[in-house]
């Protein structure tokens, strides 16, 4: 695909601020016991093109299942998709939903909704025959008020959803149907509205923190009512300060009111401690509690600077964050906490801070982990204005509804104490024209509106100097003034990839402070090296010189070697990066590969090449260069795998920290000792293959830090199945992700071996994905069988909400097959 190149210098005020921040209240009953899981037992109908018509009828065959569900997961791959591969090759259309199920009579007296945490799109939604709307955007969640047309006690209700995606609009792998947690609320008629609370600090230093709590309350009474609004804050399960109001509202009304207090002595969230406190407002009228309404929050300052990049807590701290695309890999797009919280991590343990949302809101619960993982959040909201990037996207909806999503966004999200930055766009084509100008400042007024604690982005097109003007701006057929920078909607200049020009950013842009919106996009497979140390040569190499040349199969070199025309290597943006202090941080593209947007853009490849963990969850190599750099971890990687032909020359190279020098011995025998000199961010060497051992020896002082080895492997032999976790809950949610490994008959890592592996469940689970990382591979997902990519294959395994264990099975033809329990409780 061709990427424009639009280049941006402006200048705009900086921007710094002291906040605080607290966690949505759209989490589950365990914070919040007005909702409860609406997910179980719906019914499902994926339309047939060619025989249904928009609509069902008696005769229409539905299958029974738990949401989320994504149902284009289920689907074939398919060359020929509307989506294409950038949409993963997988098929949208049209989709029903519907569930029977029953109101206590005790709630006739109650307010009753539906909340959707987010319908994958165009969702429109009908309770007993009565229309309740449509929502395009499939990214946020939205609420119903269903309670005029309820029946109550034994009488039944009937919901229906209708779901249509309509291909293309995403320029990446969206999934289809309801991929979100989906809830039925019940509230008092006098209670606290649906993600009504906003807590903030004016104040915050090491001594007290100064706690600002704004609340709406609704009354759907037909009288007025005299009550007393409490919010008391918790550290756990201990008491800190409470305050009081009474308030008087009369019927059909709403009120949104303020109480201050302070916490002394405040425990900071930070990335390494993310602390949080917990906030519960109480409406009582008389002795009777109407709601309880629960919000957790973290106490932080922070700011943007433009001398020291960004500030946390009064101390100078590097964002060092990736990019995220909303889909779980193997699972499709249909949210998961487990799947989430594995992704977040393997991240952390890569020394990964900060997550960007690209290009969409994302889950409730990826905000909820971030919160208590310790997570810099740039939270994104849109990926076109009204100028269409696909025949069927956002844009078609824009007018009626961006200023709706929007809103409803930042009301869910603002009391997230890992949400640091607003971004309103990615790459937007009207950043070029007036209309970038009028759009921004009416995106961020609306922002501001609801939220002054957080400043404003987008993630523009990069900048350069063009004949010494910092305020010239190139497409690549025209100069244009980037309008939506200069429109001074923006409090964060960010701007994708020319790292380039990084270094000059305070002369480029003197008064605004900078974040890496977005950064690299370099191309690997993991396990693949090029095998022609000729072509090895000619690195850095783009993806859009033909593949054929070294990279056969839609394959990319696992070296850090391959990138795009408008990227760079991991090392070369890091290397810029790491050295000036108001460089306040960067979002690497991608943590994770995802389904859709292979580049190279060609069949068979159906997934994308640039994350730095496979869509298995398995690190590539260059994961280790980050683990090295951004971790206080010993870290000692060797790549490539040992297994080549005889007489080829093959290159070594070697991540490591903590170590003056790494020492590689082949079978015994010193091949040499190297140092990392300058910037250099690993060490190599050029070594005529001879199977057998390489050794790596890190060593500080003299002494020996870490020792790796790879060996030479033969004939694929046997299977090993390792589970990340061995005992899950019996909820019917909770994931095993379960590794196979294949080894030769000498217990040695069989590094190039792609066998089919077959898998089969016993007892209280059922497989739910099965991936390799390959992403030209076509095998689904949702199988009971896979081929290994470069000796490795991951099963997903889920509980059913019985205790017992799970048995699992790998086999392949000609090898020992493998067998591990998982216990469920």
């Keep these: 695909m061709k990427k424009i190149y639009s280049y941006i210098f402006i200048t705009i005020a900086a921007a710094g601020m002291l906040m605080f921040a607290a966690c949505s209240s759209s989490d589950t009953k365990e914070h919040n016991n ?9 019914q499902f109908h994926l339309n047939d093109a060619t025989v249904d018509k928009d609509t069902f009828s008696a005769a229409t065959k539905w299958r029974t299942l738990n949401v989320p569900h994504d149902w284009s997961v289920e689907g074939s791959f398919d060359e020929h998709s509307p989506g294409g591969i950038g949409g993963g090759a997988l098929n949208g259309g049209l989709g029903w939903y519907k569930k029977i199920f029953t109101v206590a009579a005790a709630d006739s007296t109650k307010v009753t909704s539906i909340v ?29 008020n269903l309670t005029p047309f309820l029946k109550f006690g034994d009488t039944k209700n009937e919901i229906v959803v209708k779901v249509l995606n309509q291909q293309p ?67 756990g399960d201990s008491e800190v300060t409470s305050v009081s109001q009474k308030i008087s509202l009369e019927a059909n009304t709403e009120k949104t009111i303020k109480q201050e207090t302070t916490v002394n002595n405040p425990a900071l969230w930070n990335v390494d401690a993310p602390e949080l406190y917990t906030a519960i407002t109480e409406i009582k009228t008389g002795d009777e509690v109407t709601d309880s309404y629960s919000t957790p929050f973290g106490i932080r300052s922070f700011t943007f600077d433009l001398d020291k990049g960004f500030i946390l807590n009064g101390k100078q701290l590097k964002i060092k964050g990736v990019c995220l695309h909303h889909d779980l890999g193997p699972l499709g797009s249909a949210i998961n ?28 619960e990826l905000l909820d982990l971030c919160d208590k993982m310790g997570f810099i959040v740039m939270d994104e909201a849109f990926d076109m204005w009204e100028q269409s990037k696909n025949k069927y996207d956002y844009s078609t909806a824009w007018d009626k509804w961006h200023k709706i999503d929007l809103e409803a966004q930042i009301l869910r999200d ?38 002054t604690t957080r400043p404003v982005t987008a993630a523009m097109n990069p900048p350069i100097i063009v004949n010494g003007d910092i305020n010239i701006q190139f497409t690549e057929t025209a100069a244009q003034p980037n309008a939506l920078a200069g429109s001074g909607a923006l409090d964060l200049i960010g701007y994708n990839y020319a790292h380039q020009t990084y270094a000059n950013h305070k002369i480029n842009f003197p008064k605004t402070p900078f974040i890496a919106t977005e950064t690299t996009s370099a191309l690997q497979t993991r396990g693949y090296y090029d095998e022609k140390s000729d072509t090895i040569k000619q690195w850095p190499k783009r993806w859009d010189i033909p593949l054929t040349t070294g990279n056969p199969g839609n394959t990319c070199s696992a070296y850090d070697q391959i990138q795009t025309p408008w990227g760079s290597t991991h090392e070369a943006t890091w290397k810029v990066m790491k050295k000036h202090d108001f460089l306040s941080g960067m979002f690497i593209w991608t943590g994770f590969d995802y389904i859709g947007e292979p580049t190279p853009y060609q069949w068979p490849s159906i997934s994308s090449y640039f994350g730095i963990v496979d869509l298995a969850g398995f690190p590539k190599d260059v994961y280790y260069m980050y683990q090295s750099e951004w971790t206080d971890k010993d870290v000692l990687h060797i790549l490539p795998h040992w297994n080549w032909k005889a ?60 020792e790796r080895e790879v060996k030479t492997s033969g004939a694929a032999a046997s299977l090993k199945a390792i589970a990340d976790r061995t005992t899950i809950d019996a909820d019917g949610n909770d994931l095993s992700y379960i590794t196979v490994d294949i080894y030769d008959a000498n217990g040695v890592f069989a590094a190039t071996a792609n066998n089919e592996i077959n898998f089969s469940v016993k007892g209280e689970g059922k497989i739910v994905g099965v991936c390799s990382g390959d992403p030209v591979s076509h095998e ?11 000796g490795k294959c991951l099963v997903i395994v889920q509980s059913t909400e019985k205790a017992g264990t799970i048995e699992l099975t790998a086999s392949a033809a000609g090898l020992k097959s493998s067998t591990i329990e998982i216990r469920t409780k």
């Design 34 to 42: 007005r909702k409860i899981s609406f997910n179980k037992d719906w």
């Design 116 to 144: 959707f945490d987010g319908v994958y799109c165009n969702s429109e939604v009908w309770i007993n025959g009565h229309y309740l709307g449509k929502r395009p955007n499939g990214y946020i969640g939205f609420e119903y």
């Design 169 to 235: 609009n995403s320029r990446w792998y969206s999934g289809s149907g309801m991929y979100r947690n989906i809830w039925l609320q019940t509230t008092d008629k006098l209670h606290v509205a649906e993600n009504g609370t906003f807590v903030t600090t004016p104040k915050v230093t090491a001594e007290n923190a100064i706690v600002a709590i704004q609340t709406t309350i609704k009354n759907e009474y037909a009288s007025t009512k005299e009550a007393t609004v409490t919010t008391t804050l918790y550290k």
């Design 337 to 364: 906490t487990r799947a989430i919280e594995r992704q977040l991590q393997i991240m952390k343990d890569m020394g990964v801070n900060g997550v960007r949302t690209s290009h969409n809101p994302p889950a409730p």
């Design 414 to 451: 603002r009391n997230h104490p890992s949400v640091f930055i607003w971004s309103i766009g990615n790459e937007i084509p009207e950043q070029w024209n007036e209309n970038g100008a009028r759009i921004g400042k009416e995106l961020a007024a609306i922002v501001k509106a609801l939220d």
């Design 647 to 706: 007489g080829q020359t093959v290159d070594v190279w070697a991540y490591y920290n903590h170590a003056d020098e790494v020492e590689l011995y082949l079978n015994g025998k010193s091949l040499g000792k190297q140092s990392k000199k300058g910037d250099d961010l690993h060490v190599m060497w050029k070594v005529p293959y001879a199977p057998g051992t390489l050794k790596a020896v890190s060593r500080k002082g003299g002494k020996t830090v870490l």
């Design 780 to 790: 689904s997902y949702k199988g009971t069988k896979h081929t290994a990519l470069n």
